[in-house]
T-cell receptor
Framework: SAVISQKPSRDICQRGTSLTIQCQVD?????MFWYRQQPGQSLTLIAT?????????ESGFVIDKFPISRPNLTFSTLTVSNMSPEDSSIYLC????????????FGEGSRLTVL | AQKVTQAQTEISVVEKEDVTLDCVYE???????LFWYKQPPSGELVFLIR??????QNEISGRYSWNFQKSTSSFNFTITASQVVDSAVYFC??????????FGTGTRLLVSP
């Protein structure tokens, strides 16, 4: 299994500011995934972060708005830039636990509220 | 394209009732994986089960059971003798190998005493 720690767990932000979310995994992993869960909604993949290469973004998400860093095999950051109230969501980091299409482990999430 | 449909938005039951959460999926891949996750009010996602497309055996784990039927593209989840602690949002999800998970919209289960 994988243990994932996210910081901050929650924050209240002002419109127009940016916030960086950190994700630390207790083991080395090739791919890390960032998901967004808007209030009352399902989870949507933002991007896949591979160490040593640019993140791959899903349709509807762009690097300027959600820049991602992946400096090593156990750590990643997601920045939510120039925030608006529509960015109020839970942002979750996830990794595969190994094995063929193994269990996808999730961090506890970072709950952002943008005023 | 991959798609997961959870038609039940919210289900309310009284404690000790049995409840089934429906999940219907769509994929053109012959190899795929199905998942169920639980999201309690605290917000974290708790893994419940993973099933691959070649294993149609039903599975039982305590009060939980899962019915996988490829013929109807369904992977339904039953909770027997529900308890208040089962109250949560339950997500069904699908992927093919080490790819992104496609989640259903979730079913909110409310179990009252």
């Amino acid at each position: 299994s994988a243990v994932i720690s996210q910081k901050p767990s929650r924050d209240i932000c002002q419109r127009g500011t940016s916030l960086t979310i950190q994700c630390q995994v207790d083991s080395q992993v090739t791919m890390m995934f960032w998901y967004r869960q808007q209030p009352g909604q399902s989870l949507t993949l933002i991007a896949t972060a591979n160490q040593g290469s640019e993140a791959t973004y899903e349709s509807g998400f762009v690097i300027d708005k959600f820049p991602i860093s992946r400096p090593n095999l156990t750590f990643s950051t997601l920045t939510v830039s120039n925030m608006s109230p529509e960015d109020s969501s839970i942002y979750l980091c996830s990794v595969y636990g190994g094995g063929m299409a193994g269990e996808l482990f999730f961090g506890e999430g970072s709950r952002l509220t943008v005023l | 394209a991959q798609k997961v449909t959870q038609a039940q938005t919210e289900i309310s039951v009284v404690e000790k009732e049995d409840v089934t959460l429906d999940c219907v999926y769509e994929t053109r891949d012959t190899t795929y994986y199905l998942f169920w996750y639980k999201q309690p009010p605290s917000g974290e996602l708790v893994f419940l089960i993973r099933r691959n497309s070649f294993d149609e055996q039903n599975e039982i784990s305590g009060r939980y059971s899962w019915n996988f039927q490829k013929s109807t593209s369904s992977f339904n989840f039953t909770i027997t003798a529900s308890q208040v602690v089962d109250s949560a949002v339950y997500f069904c999800a699908l992927n093919t190998g080490f790819q992104k998970l496609v989640f259903g919209t979730g079913t909110r289960l409310l179990v009252s005493p």
